[in-house]
């Protein structure tokens, strides 16, 4: 994508509350939590995000509660990542396990403005801001959830390992 | 190698004679939970597993309890597929109404969970049973899924961070004033990723309910799990419970912390986290005329027996204030019979209070008990984030049972040593 993906902005601590509130959370249903993603701070970005777009914030991304809603509807409004300073920990593994790329980098959310254009590879996690002209790295994965990664997901990942009878542990 | 409390545990459940800090592992796991906002996306990731059955019967605890009793027909239709996963699978632990409670007050109370255990549940406060001296933590739905199939889940063993407590809380102080003190003072990422190693002597002055009050919070402020050791109170609560064997873990004496933060516990006073965050506290006494809509007293932070004694003994014999709704939640059907024999129940309606069956309600602004805009409620609940408790408009004030209950009296945000004139139920 030669012009990049634009930039949602947003801060520090963004809770799954704000992600998605719990108002909504009688379904799961992915495009129907697509529908009110981010509405509590941010009303018009359900209506305006574009598949491909990316979400940069603060530190904390994701904190409070555990609902796997909140990535489920970042993913299914088409966000093709999300760049954060830093990520709560039970949202880090729920978009792992989900399929939702991730990439922690503090100098790239610390310095993206809304509506910036942004081009992210995943493969290398280099994270290259058009509209500023820099490029910074994301930390890589460890290896074990880049496996999990590409297996596609942990569902995939258990049944491939459950198929090859490694189950480990019991 | 010395490992913390929180390492000795995931070291036994993997097999492995030490693990270090930011290793990764594969564990054993003694409990997976599932409520019904978690539970239904975790049933349909499980099937989607060819050949899915569950690693054991026994093992698994669904507990209908955010959106029940069942608020409207979506709600229904959750807990109904929750229902008949657990009938179809024989899942031992399944919670209908009548024998239900808030997940994380039911479990212990249930003897689900023991000293030296590892369990994940599928909701965030799962840390809670840090208190029973156990590894407990929150994850995703999906991660539930692959644990309810496997039996075994992975984990990155966390660092820790250690309070050293010392002395005893005084006056109206609680394990809630602590809790919310610490965060403030750490920030709701101060622990990001890390265990929270509560010890030291100030630890036996706790009691078990102020313990699960103190571990539940540890997620506010980002922690992967909070712990306590076990003592004598812990054994005489397992003992209470339960007559399942189980296995008591210590930390090695040097191990390894990033950094110690000694409180002394006489000096914490009753703390109020204003919107939006848990960590913007500030002290009761301090909080300035904040006039309030509604005040909610209970939830898996604070419903418990000993919560609802602090409520009632504040609000017996006193009004709740001309213009405010108050709700009290006892967190579990035993917990609500039990108030209802010591006269508690009786005491808050002649207040003025309501009281509901046990639910998560309107902790997360799903139903009985919802903001309008601009509304203001001191609740003691654990979350005050934008739009928590209703409205996006709304505000959440984070308290104590004896601070929510003396601001029901006075209308307004206030130190439960304003209103009344008791010194306090410590003295």
């Not at chain 2, 004679?17 to 978690?38: K, M, W």
């Not at chain 2, 209908?64 to 069942?70: K, V």
């Not at chain 2, 049973?129 to 999906?142: I, L, N």
């Not at chain 2, 609500?336 to 639910?359: D, K, M, N």
Request: hydrophobic residues 45%; glycine residues 10%.
């Amino acid at each position: 994508m030669e012009n990049g993906s634009r930039v949602w902005k947003y801060g520090d601590d963004v809770d799954t509350d704000v992600i998605v509130p719990a108002r909504y959370l009688t379904t799961s249903v992915p495009e129907e939590l697509a529908a009110h993603c981010m509405e509590d701070i941010d009303s018009g970005f359900a209506k305006a995000v574009s598949p491909g777009d990316v979400i940069v914030a603060g530190g904390n991304f994701g904190c409070g509660s555990s609902r796997e809603h909140a990535p489920i509807a970042i993913k299914a409004s088409g966000v093709s990542c999300v760049v954060a300073a830093s990520f709560a920990r039970i949202f880090f593994r729920n978009a792992i396990n989900i399929g939702l790329p991730i990439l922690e980098c503090p100098e790239a959310a610390a310095e993206a403005e809304n509506g910036d254009r942004m081009s992210v590879d995943l493969a290398s996690g280099m994270i290259r801001n058009l509209t500023r002209g820099t490029s910074h790295a994301a930390a890589p994965f460890p290896p074990f959830m880049r496996g999990i990664m590409d297996a596609g997901g942990l569902i995939a990942y258990v049944s491939a390992k459950s198929s090859a009878g490694s189950r480990k542990g019991s | 190698m010395a490992m913390t409390m929180t390492q000795k545990i995931l070291a036994a459940h993997s097999g492995e004679s030490e693990v270090v800090a930011g290793q990764l592992i594969e564990a054993r796991l003694d409990l997976v939970l599932g409520n019904d906002v978690t539970a239904p996306v975790a049933i349909r990731e499980f099937e989607r597993i060819p050949g899915a059955a569950v690693f054991d019967r026994g093992k698994i605890a669904l507990v209908p309890d955010h959106f029940a009793p069942n608020k409207d027909i979506e709600s229904a239709e959750q807990c109904k597929a929750m229902r008949e996963f657990a009938r179809k699978h024989g899942i031992e632990n399944y919670f209908e109404i009548g024998c239900m409670g808030i997940e994380h007050a039911l479990l212990p109370e249930r003897g689900l969970v023991l000293p030296g255990e590892l369990v994940i549940g599928a909701d965030s406060h799962t840390c809670t049973y840090g208190a029973a001296g156990a590894f407990s933590t929150g994850v995703g739905s999906t991660d539930m899924a692959a644990g309810m199939a496997t039996g075994v889940a992975w984990f990155k063993v966390p660092s820790a961070i250690r309070f050293a407590l010392h002395g005893g809380l005084g006056g109206w102080a609680s394990g809630k004033d602590l809790i919310l003190s610490i965060i403030g003072a750490i920030g709701v990422d101060g622990a990001l990723y890390r265990s929270m190693e509560f010890v030291g002597p100030g630890v036996a002055s706790l009691t078990m309910e102020e313990r699960f009050t103190v571990a539940n919070m540890a997620i506010e402020a980002g922690a992967k799990n909070g712990i306590f050791p076990v003592d004598e109170k812990t054994r005489a609560w397992a003992a209470s419970v339960s007559n399942r064997p189980y296995v008591e873990y210590a930390a090695d004496p040097d191990a390894e912390y990033e950094r110690t933060i000694t409180i002394d516990l006489s000096t914490i006073r009753p703390t109020v986290a204003f919107p939006h965050l848990p960590s913007n506290t500030r002290p009761a006494s301090g909080s300035g005329v904040v006039a309030i809509d509604q005040v909610v007293i209970g939830s898996c932070t604070n419903g418990r027996i000993e919560d609802l004694r602090v409520a009632a003994e504040i609000l017996k014999g006193r009004r709740v204030a001309d213009g405010v709704r108050c709700i009290v939640f006892p967190a579990t059907q035993k917990i609500y019979l039990q108030a209802i024999r010591e006269g508690l129940i009786e005491a808050f309606i002649e207040a003025g209070a309501i009281v509901s069956t046990p639910t998560c309600g309107p902790c997360l602004g799903g139903h009985m008990g919802i903001l309008a805009e601009g509304e203001r409620a001191i609740a003691t609940t654990n979350r005050n984030f934008v739009g928590r408790m209703g409205h996006p408009k709304s505000e959440v004030y984070l308290a104590s049972p004896a601070t929510a209950a003396a601001s029901a009296i006075a209308g307004k945000i206030v130190d439960p040593e304003e209103v009344l004139e008791a010194p306090g139920r410590r003295g």
